[in-house]
């Protein structure tokens, strides 16, 4: 004998379908963004498809349990290894080598995060695998690889794809991924709203730059960055 | 219906929806009213690395990231939770479904106030025992005097169904906060489902009867059909009963003697505490929506056969029809079974006190009431009350859906327990039916044949 269950609340749980893609375009844009040379670019692009190969295999295998799926997933996953490797092993220069790396892993997180199989540890995957990006970032900008332009472009990329795939979570837990429960709308005007505040940041950030920072004393500019957030901290709403 | 939702009746509409069952299952203890998410939580300090990469690389851009940084947590901090002024109205295609009919619920949410709600979250108060295949959710963006549009199907079970007030949740466009409401949906929406009373074969009684006539055969001789005793003739007995055949054998005058029918008094009382709410899997129906099956099979049948009928529930909450007759008294038993609280679909979380219970039911139960109790059987006490109230002298006939499963140990353990107190229930003098996979009537049948009268 059990206990007669409630159908009621049956609803899916997992991330939604367009913040999730949302979320690994934008990935990809950071990570396309701090590669410089073109075969940093073939091999982004490599991990691309097996990224993608490797959603849409999770996300079919997850729906039909099928042979097709789990095909689809396997092939991506070595498809996206090959190009992890190659990115480590084939650039001549050694700091192109250390920039790409953490960036296919990310997106390869991302989308493990995003794809439905493991809900319970999306939201990890997801700090894991925006993370990486943003060590990617950081390295390039460590290496001095990228432009001004393209690092802080790289890094709002990176920021909006973790913000995408932090509500793509958060809409699954909430409302749910069911076929029939319409979340586009929310979605999408969730991702320009933080898509135009990046926009602005940037373009603020990049236009305090053309006011010639370098004539500024560094420590100037650090201080009035560090007084920023000492005061972002101290105020209380 | 309609209804609206402010600010101010946002924060304060917190006792709807508390009776457990329609908390989110998520969130159970999640608090009203604005509602800081946490996403953006650590972003500063995440704006710091680049800033301090920097500084010791000496390298501008890296800062400039800091910044950008420092930009998004500022964003996420500055944003306030959206105000919510937000009209709901909920519609039924059909308010008086029968059971099983799909009826399609259309919820709109007009946005009432000056400014954009960028992300709107519904979980619509679907009633626990309504069944939805896509579920009552919704994630949309909404400017000001726009109308969101919901809808989704449910399949009707009988009963009287109230939904719950709408759980709204409001973002703000970064998401840091969210405001967090149950707003309803103008006055109650109610699905009432009142399936028809239909007769089943004939339901065999015991020997408890009234003193009025009906169809229940007594060893007291009398007018009747069939053949008691014969006695002496004594002054007054009606001419057509003097045994004419022995007068013109021996001139003797004596009397023939009948089987008395008579009607009975039968209460059907339905166990529906919350540990008989079982089923085999998920699929099946449970065991009270088969008891409260069983019951409405019974009641048009004894009302039929002229037998007096009454109905309670071994439930929490006061569910008891005294014993009557004729069609308006079926009428009344039809609303009960339908619509009680007592008999819902899904179990209620109302404390009951089974002895107290017990007591006051005999001291409601007429003299010469029989029972019929409907019971799967759950636990030693139900098969306790079904001897004790035998032993008061009402003649109590178990009807037990079977709701076991032998699909685990310990499924079979309980199947094991129950034919225990089945066989207990039998050996002690209680006609027990214990109800499978097969048609009600076909069971009564069977059984019919096996008892004595």
Redesign the interface.
């Known amino acids: ?12 749980r997992h991330s ?1 379908v367009v913040s999730g893609v949302v979320a690994v375009i934008l990935g990809a844009v950071a990570v396309g963004l701090i590669a410089e040379t073109t075969l940093q670019r073939q091999f982004l692009m490599g991990a691309l498809i097996g990224v993608s190969t490797f959603g849409l295999g999770g996300r079919l295998w997850h729906r039909w349990r099928g042979a097709v799926g789990l095909g689809l997933v396997v092939c991506g996953c070595l498809v996206v290894t090959a190009a992890a490797g190659n990115a480590v092993t084939q650039p001549p220069r050694i700091i192109h080598r250390l920039e790409l790396l953490p960036g296919i892993l990310g997106l390869w997180t991302l989308a493990a995060a995003l794809v439905p199989i493991g809900f319970r540890w999306s939201r990890l995957l997801i700090a894991v695998g925006s993370g990486l990006l ?1 060590v990617a ?2 390295t390039s ?2 290496v ?1 690889g990228a ?2 332009t393209a ?2 472009v790289a ?2 990329a990176t ?1 909006l794809a973790w ?1 995408a795939a ?2 793509a979570v ?2 699954g ?4 991924a ?6 586009v ?6 991702v320009m ?2 898509g135009g ?2 926009a602005g ?2 373009v ?3 236009g ?2 053309h006011l010639g ?2 004539s500024l004393p ?1 420590e100037a ?2 201080a009035l ?2 007084a ?2 000492v005061l ?2 101290a ?1 209380h ?1 | 219906m309609s209804g609206r939702g402010s600010d101010s009746r946002a924060s304060s509409d917190g006792s709807t929806g508390a009776n457990g069952r329609n908390v989110d299952p998520l969130n159970p203890i999640r608090p009203r009213g604005v509602v800081p998410t946490g996403r953006w939580t650590g972003m500063a300090a995440l704006a710091l690395v680049p800033v301090g990469l920097g500084v010791l690389l000496r390298h501008p851009p890296l800062v400039l990231v800091g910044a950008l940084g420092v930009a998004f947590a500022a964003y996420a901090r500055g944003d306030a939770a959206p105000d919510l002024d937000v009209t709901i109205e909920r519609d039924l295609s059909d308010p008086t479904p029968d059971p099983g009919d799909e009826v399609t619920v259309t919820l709109r949410v007009r946005n009432d106030g000056d400014g954009v709600l960028p992300d709107l979250r519904l979980v619509d108060g679907v009633p626990a025992a309504l069944a939805t295949g896509a579920p009552a959710r919704l994630g949309t963006a909404l400017r000001p005097g726009r109308t969101a549009t919901l809808t989704y199907r449910v399949t009707a079970v009988r009963g009287a169904h109230d939904w719950d007030p709408v759980h709204v949740l409001a973002r703000n466009p970064s998401g840091s906060r969210e405001r967090d409401a149950r707003i309803d949906a103008g006055g109650t929406t109610t699905l009432r489902c009142t399936p028809e009373l239909e007769a089943s074969a004939s339901l065999p009684l015991r020997g408890l009867t009234t003193v009025y006539s009906g169809r229940v055969p007594t060893d007291v001789g009398g007018a009747g059909i069939e053949f008691h005793s014969t006695r002496e003739y004594r002054h007054g007995d009606p001419a057509k009963r003097v045994n004419w055949a022995r007068y013109a054998r021996t001139g003797e005058l004596s009397t023939l003697a009948f089987r008395e029918e008579r009607a009975a008094t039968v209460v059907v009382c339905i166990d529906a505490r919350e540990g008989a709410y079982l089923a085999p899997d998920a699929e099946s129906p449970n065991a009270v929506e088969r008891s409260v099956e069983a019951a409405s099979q019974a009641v048009p049948a004894l009302l039929d056969s002229g037998d007096r009928v009454g109905v309670a529930a071994f439930a929490p909450g006061d569910c008891r029809l005294d014993p009557g007759v004729g069609d308006e008294h079926a009428a009344r038993a039809r609303k009960l079974l339908a619509t009680h609280p007592a008999l819902a679909p899904t179990p209620t979380d109302e404390r009951f006190l089974p002895t107290t219970w017990v007591r006051r039911f005999r001291r409601w139960l007429p003299a010469d009431a029989q029972v019929l109790f409907c019971t799967p059987l759950p636990d030693d006490y139900a098969a306790t009350v079904a001897r004790r109230l035998d032993a008061y002298g009402h003649a109590v006939t178990v009807i037990s859906p079977d709701a076991t499963a032998d699909d685990t140990p310990g499924h079979r353990l309980a199947g094991v327990e129950r034919a225990n107190r089945v066989s207990r229930l039998r050996s002690a003098g209680i006609r027990v039916l214990d109800w499978g996979e097969e048609p009600l009537a076909t069971e009564l049948e069977r059984a019919a044949a096996r008892w004595s009268r």
């Open positions: 004998m059990t206990a007669a269950p409630s159908a009621a609340n049956r609803f899916l939604t943003f970032v950081l900008g460590v001095r432009s001004t690092l802080v890094a709002a920021i913000d932090e509500n958060s809409l837990v909430q409302v749910g069911h076929p029939e429960t319409v979340t709308r929310g979605e999408l005007a969730h709203l933080s505040l990046a940041a940037v603020a950030v990049l305090v730059t920072v370098d560094f500019l650090v960055l560090v920023g957030v972002l901290l105020s709403r």
